[in-house]
């Protein structure tokens, strides 16, 4: 069930559970292409976003028991994107590491600095109280945002500092995370021609 590499930067996953069902594919080297299904409508429209801004090429085909609650069906996805993120990746040789963005969206602002570290850490701010609660498109929650960045971070073993720097519409604070978050690792994950090997004094990441 864990993430294999297909070829270069290019790697696939199936994860099963009692609760769903999730198949990823991600090429680091794309070009924003993405083929989305979650069965949550708006978790679609934001990971279509990822993979556009970040330029990976995404496919993304879930099912799972949202009858019940979407939570299980986000979650995997978002673990399984961090497992496929980090094999992936590979050694990480060559890579510019780090990456930063800050993205509006109308009144809307984000900003997203990502560490490919090899160490799992995640800080996310600034939400305005009450974003939490709020059910958007009819099915995602917007405690839900904390959590996918928490997976895909755990799971990749990357580190992630967003802040939401002002916002109102529950919409637009959600989508200006997820672009500036994709802008930030395009960053991070592209090939630097003045690394040779991997980018950190420790000799590994």
Same mark, same amino acid.
């Given at each position: 069930?864990?993430?294999?590499?297909?070829? &270069?930067? $290019? +790697?696939?996953?199936? /994860?099963?559970?009692?609760? @769903?069902?999730?198949?990823? %594919?991600?090429?680091?080297?794309?070009?924003?292409?993405?083929?989305?299904?979650?069965?949550?409508?708006?978790?679609?429209?934001?990971?279509?976003?990822?993979?556009?801004?970040?330029?990976?090429?995404?496919?993304?085909?879930?099912?799972?028991?949202?009858?019940?609650?979407?939570?299980?069906?986000?979650?995997?996805?978002?673990?399984?994107?961090?497992?496929?993120?980090?094999?992936?990746? &590979?050694? $990480? +040789?060559?890579?510019? /590491?780090?990456?930063?963005? @800050?993205?509006?969206?109308? %009144?809307?602002?984000?900003?997203?600095?990502?560490?490919?570290?090899?160490?799992?850490?995640?800080?996310?701010?600034?939400?305005?109280?009450?974003?939490?609660?709020?059910?958007?498109?009819?099915?995602?929650?917007?405690?839900?945002?904390?959590?996918?960045?928490?997976?895909?971070?755990?799971?990749?073993?990357?580190?992630?500092?967003?802040?939401?720097?002002?916002?109102?519409?529950?919409?637009?604070?959600?989508?200006?995370?997820?672009?500036?978050?994709?802008?930030?690792?395009?960053?991070?994950?592209?090939?630097?021609?003045?690394?040779?090997?991997?980018?950190?004094?420790?000799?590994?990441?």
């Amino acid at each position: 069930m864990g993430a294999e590499l297909i070829s &270069g930067r $290019k +790697a696939k996953m199936q /994860r099963t559970t009692s609760e @769903s069902d999730v198949y990823i %594919e991600m090429d680091l080297d794309g070009t924003g292409t993405s083929e989305i299904t979650t069965g949550v409508p708006f978790y679609d429209h934001m990971l279509t976003a990822l993979s556009k801004h970040s330029q990976i090429d995404l496919t993304v085909r879930a099912t799972g028991d949202t009858h019940i609650d979407v939570h299980h069906t986000v979650e995997d996805v978002a673990i399984s994107i961090g497992e496929v993120l980090k094999t992936a990746l &590979g050694d $990480k +040789a060559g890579i510019r /590491r780090f990456g930063e963005a @800050s993205v509006p969206l109308d %009144e809307a602002l984000a900003r997203a600095v990502v560490d490919v570290s090899g160490r799992p850490y995640l800080v996310h701010e600034g939400e305005p109280e009450g974003q939490q609660y709020h059910l958007i498109g009819g099915h995602f929650t917007g405690s839900m945002t904390r959590h996918v960045f928490e997976a895909i971070t755990y799971h990749a073993s990357i580190c992630l500092h967003m802040d939401v720097v002002r916002g109102r519409d529950p919409h637009h604070i959600v989508e200006s995370q997820f672009k500036a978050f994709a802008r930030a690792l395009r960053a991070a994950v592209e090939d630097d021609p003045r690394v040779t090997g991997v980018p950190s004094t420790k000799g590994a990441l």
